[in-house]
C-alpha cells in the first residue's frame, strides 16, 4: 500500500514540475491608440444598440408574417379555447382510446362553445 502511495506521489510531483513554468513579466504595456475616448465611446454606444451579429439567425434578417385575420378574432378564438372545459381532452387518455359519451353528448360538451363542437 505504501509502495503505491509514493508511486502516485512521485507521478505528481514530475507533473507538477513538467507543468509549472511560469510566464515573463513584461511590465506594464502602454497604450497606441490613434482615436480619442469620445470616438471610441461612440463606437461602443453603436455596438450595444447593434443587434447581436453573433446571435443564431441574425444574417437572416426579419420575416414577415402575412395574415389576412383580424386581431380582435383571433383574440377571441383564444379567449374561447381558454375556457373550453375540454381543451385538453386527449383520446388516447381513454381506455380503447375512444372518448366516454359523457364528454360527447352530456353535459359536459354542452358547456363547449357552438364553434368548437362544430369543429369536433
Given at each position: ?26 511590465g ?14 461612440a ?78
Amino acid at each position: 500500500m505504501k509502495t503505491s502511495h509514493l508511486i502516485t506521489a512521485a507521478a505528481v510531483v514530475l507533473f507538477a514540475a513538467a507543468g509549472a513554468q511560469a510566464e515573463t513579466y513584461e511590465g506594464v504595456q502602454t497604450v497606441n491608440s490613434t482615436r480619442s475616448r469620445a470616438e471610441v465611446n461612440a463606437e461602443a454606444v453603436a455596438a450595444a444598440h447593434a443587434p447581436d451579429a453573433y446571435a443564431e439567425g441574425a444574417s437572416s434578417g426579419v420575416t414577415q408574417v402575412a395574415s389576412t385575420a383580424d386581431r380582435n378574432a383571433v383574440r377571441a378564438q383564444a379567449v374561447a379555447a381558454a375556457h373550453d372545459p375540454l381543451q385538453n381532452l386527449d383520446r388516447k387518455a381513454f381506455v380503447n382510446s375512444t372518448v366516454p359519451a359523457q364528454y360527447t353528448n352530456g353535459s359536459l360538451a354542452r358547456r363547449q362553445a357552438p364553434t368548437q363542437q362544430a369543429a369536433r
